[in-house]
Nanobody
Framework: QVQLVESGGGLVQAGGSLRLSCAASGRTFDNYAMGWFRQAPGKEREFVATISWRGGTTYYADSVKGRFTISRDNAKNTVYLQMDSLKPQDTAVYYC????????????????WGQGTQVTVSS
């Protein structure tokens, strides 16, 4: 079992920045790809970004490319999502997810999920 706990969400004005963190515990972080997803009210959960176990491979949704950066510190069992130039349409609950193996951009590809952290961007 892997437990994931997100933090760093909050209220920010459009154009601002936030940094989300996801701390993993429960078993070794080795060989786990990590992902960030988000879900806005009334919408399906959608892919935001993913990173491979060693950090050498990353993928981003087109809607966040160039504004968000995913990274990880395996020594701390933590993955981050730096969000810059935030827009009101980025408002959502952001979820961290883990999967044993390669990166994936689909929700079905992940084995473990955090509880989520709210991000609200005001205009």
């Amino acid at each position: 079992q892997v437990q994931l706990v997100e933090s760093g969400g909050g209220l920010v004005q459009a154009g601002g920045s936030l940094r989300l963190s996801c701390a993993a515990s429960g078993r070794t972080f080795d060989n786990y790809a990590m992902g960030w997803f988000r879900q806005a009210p009334g919408k399906e959960r959608e892919f935001v970004a993913t990173i491979s176990w060693r950090g050498g491979t990353t993928y981003y949704a087109d809607s966040v490319k160039g504004r968000f950066t995913i990274s990880r510190d395996n020594a701390k069992n933590t993955v981050y999502l730096q969000m810059d130039s935030l827009k009101p349409q980025d408002t959502a609950v952001y979820y961290c997810a883990a999967r044993n193996g390669r990166t994936s951009t689909t929700t079905h590809g992940y084995d473990y999920w955090g509880q989520g952290t709210q991000v609200t961007v005001s205009s």
